[in-house]
């Protein structure tokens, strides 16, 4: 599949480097820097939307978790709200940690952390393809066909392995698949679901959520058990699913550089039998 950046390939632009930490910063800048302003406005809206729907739903209380011991200058840039950074600093500004006085939780705040948290993590995908069609733009020629990056990590994280599938990387989609989502299985069932509650694991929990949807659609399902004893394994749990997310990125990074590496006409390694099915510029079942 041909790439279409909304762009000329050889036509001047930012800088990728620019056109990323403006994605950081504010959602879609990047794109609308690149004169896709209909990519920029998408991603403004739904990213942005998130979190506010997030900040409505957590009441604003999502840093408030943290236990006033860890609630240090820097601890917001380590949750997953970190990719969507400008909402961040603009929420670390206003409402910060919550203030002083004790205040309860809202019946939706699982919801709420979960959103904000994603809206990050999607900010962060998107400003991966601000930096792609930056690329792209300036390049003289883009060769080969190939999934966009984007496109292929998006899908990801939506879906362990769906990358690999959409570069037609079947096998190697089926065995992520199955590997991350059973080490994620793994983790919840040693930990007896005491994993799937970021009120109790703030950070394993924002390592968890990088497995995409499979495990914030789980915790709302399953999750916020209430724990009447000690779980023998539990600690080992927390941090085996955990593990499953963070694994996560490098399977995104696997697919961006695949597709990557297709489009610009770089080489890239052959798997042994290869799967069935691959496209590009390259022999069928390169990766």
Request: proline share 6%; no cysteine.
């Amino acid at each position: 599949m041909a790439v279409t950046t909304g762009t000329t390939a050889g036509a001047t632009g930012p800088h990728p480097t620019l056109a990323s930490l403006a994605t950081w910063l504010v959602p879609g800048a990047g794109h609308y820097m690149l004169g896709n302003v209909r990519l920029a406005a998408i991603g403004f809206v739904v990213i942005q939307g998130l979190y506010l729907l997030g900040v409505l739903l957590s009441d604003g209380l999502f840093l408030s978790i943290l236990p006033p011991e860890m609630r240090g200058t820097f601890s917001p840039v380590l949750s997953p709200e970190a990719g969507n950074l400008g909402a961040l600093l603009a929420h670390v500004q206003t409402v910060g940690y919550g203030g002083t006085e004790p205040r309860v939780w809202p019946s939706t705040i699982h919801v709420g952390v979960a959103l904000t948290a994603s809206s990050g993590i999607l900010n962060l995908l998107l400003a991966a393809r601000a930096h792609f069609d930056a690329r792209a733009r300036s390049a003289a020629t883009v060769e080969g066909a190939a999934p966009h990056p984007g496109q292929a990590v998006l899908l990801a994280w939506l879906v362990p392995g769906g990358g690999h599938f959409l570069q037609g990387r079947r096998a190697r989609g089926l065995v992520v698949f199955a590997l991350l989502v059973g080490l994620f299985a793994l983790g919840t069932m040693l930990a007896g679901t005491a994993n799937l509650d970021r009120t109790r694991h703030f950070y394993y929990w924002g390592g968890q959520a990088l497995l995409g949807p499979i495990a914030l659609v789980w915790e709302q399902v399953v999750g916020h058990s209430i724990m009447e004893a000690p779980t023998r394994y539990d600690e080992a749990g927390v941090v085996i699913a955990s593990i499953a997310g963070m694994l996560n990125v490098l399977v995104m990074l696997d697919v961006y550089g695949t597709s990557d590496a297709r489009l610009f006409g770089r080489p890239v390694p052959t798997e042994s039998g290869g799967d069935a099915g691959a496209t590009g510029g390259v022999q069928a079942g390169a990766r």
